[in-house]
């Protein structure tokens, strides 16, 4: 990272923007061409750290990870812009994390009702949700898993 001073290495922090973040940035690559989606998420943390997301059965960011399920990262929270007196001076606050992986497609029941428990999680903080069956099998579960990821901020003065 070129701005070392603005680095996160701490992983409860990285951890507590990713908690407060309410999307994050997919990227993947369809051959030559960048492709960049902003999904709803749930974060496992631990040994294995992985983001949950899901989408429909079929679309353009299916049929790119079915060929290449490489994938990076991007969340981003508390955003606030800094006025100076010459618009080049300009600047702006923030935390985000940035990070790659490989995605997986969810196929198990049980392994997608887990996934959407911890998608829901994240968004209402109720651990055990029940889902309806016909939802479950009309959605498709994605694991991003974190290969690696590093933090970055920029705050007030």
Same mark, same amino acid.
């Not at 951890?15 to 407060?20: H, N, S």
């Not at 940035?25 to 960049?36: G, K, Q, V």
């Not at 651990?127 to 994605?142: A, I």
């Given at each position: 990272?070129?701005?070392?001073?603005?680095? %996160?290495?701490? %992983?409860?922090? /990285?951890?507590?923007?990713?908690?407060?973040?309410? @999307?994050?940035?997919?990227?993947?690559?369809?051959? *030559?061409?960048?492709? /960049?989606?902003?999904?709803?998420?749930?974060?496992?943390?631990?040994?294995?750290?992985?983001? =949950?997301?899901?989408?429909?059965?079929?679309?353009?960011?299916?049929?790119?990870?079915?060929?290449?399920?490489?994938?990076?990262?991007? /969340? *981003?929270? *508390?955003?606030?812009?800094?006025?100076?007196?010459?618009?080049?001076?300009?600047?702006?606050?923030?935390?985000?994390? @940035?990070?790659?992986?490989? /995605?997986? =497609?969810?196929?198990?029941?049980?392994?997608?009702?887990?996934?959407?428990? %911890?998608?829901?999680?994240?968004?209402?903080?109720?651990?055990?949700?029940? =889902?309806?069956?016909?939802? @479950?099998?009309?959605?498709?579960?994605?694991?991003?898993?974190?290969?690696?990821?590093?933090?970055?901020?920029?705050?007030?003065?």
């Amino acid at each position: 990272m070129r701005r070392e001073d603005r680095e %996160i290495q701490n %992983i409860e922090e /990285i951890e507590e923007i990713i908690e407060k973040a309410d @999307v994050c940035r997919i990227a993947l690559s369809d051959r *030559d061409m960048p492709y /960049i989606v902003t999904m709803n998420f749930g974060y496992r943390g631990g040994e294995k750290p992985a983001l =949950f997301l899901h989408c429909a059965h079929e679309g353009k960011k299916v049929e790119i990870i079915k060929r290449n399920n490489r994938a990076c990262f991007a /969340i *981003d929270v *508390d955003h606030e812009l800094v006025k100076t007196d010459s618009g080049c001076n300009f600047s702006m606050n923030y935390r985000s994390v @940035v990070g790659t992986g490989r /995605i997986f =497609f969810v196929e198990e029941r049980e392994k997608k009702i887990e996934a959407l428990r %911890i998608l829901m999680k994240h968004y209402t903080g109720v651990d055990q949700q029940s =889902f309806d069956e016909k939802k @479950v099998e009309g959605t498709t579960l994605l694991r991003l898993e974190i290969d690696g990821m590093s933090g970055k901020k920029r705050p007030s003065a």
